[in-house]
């Protein structure tokens, strides 16, 4: 595949996984005290709940505009990990296995995209490829 094309499959891949991230994102502000609840029960405090939406939101936007989408994508990862760590560790109930493995499986394709890099259909792709994004 040329190099156009490969980026395009970076653009859709960058778009699905932050889809994810946005629609999570913004199911906590529609569900705020649901998701707040969810997360004293699990032993974190509530008050990271905002930081939780900004991460899965500012992030996800990121990798759609394509632009940091390296440090997006790390951020997401580890956000991803951390989650799985501290909500879906009950290995014994079957469907808390599968969040489980959900969520490593997505750090995985974030760790992927981020020694990828983003691909040209992208501010970062474009400032790398020595296109001129800035004026200079």
């Not at 405090?45 to 899965?56: N, Q, R, S, T, W």
Request: aromatic share 10%; hydrophobic share 55%; net charge negative.
């Amino acid at each position: 595949m040329d190099e156009t094309g490969n980026s395009s499959v970076l653009l859709v891949a960058r778009c699905l996984l932050a889809g994810l991230f946005l629609w999570s994102g913004i199911g906590k502000i529609a569900g705020y005290d649901e998701a707040g609840q969810f997360m004293v029960q699990h032993g974190t405090i509530g008050l990271l709940l905002p930081v939780a939406i900004v991460v899965e939101i500012g992030a996800a936007f990121l990798l759609i505009v394509g632009w940091k989408v390296r440090f997006a994508a790390v951020a997401l990862a580890g956000f991803c990990i951390v989650t799985a760590l501290l909500f879906h560790a009950n290995f014994t109930d079957r469907a808390q296995m599968v969040h489980f493995l959900k969520n490593v499986a997505l750090a995985g394709g974030l760790l992927a995209l981020y020694v990828s890099g983003p691909g040209r259909m992208s501010f970062d792709g474009a400032d790398e490829s020595g296109d001129q994004v800035d004026g200079r």
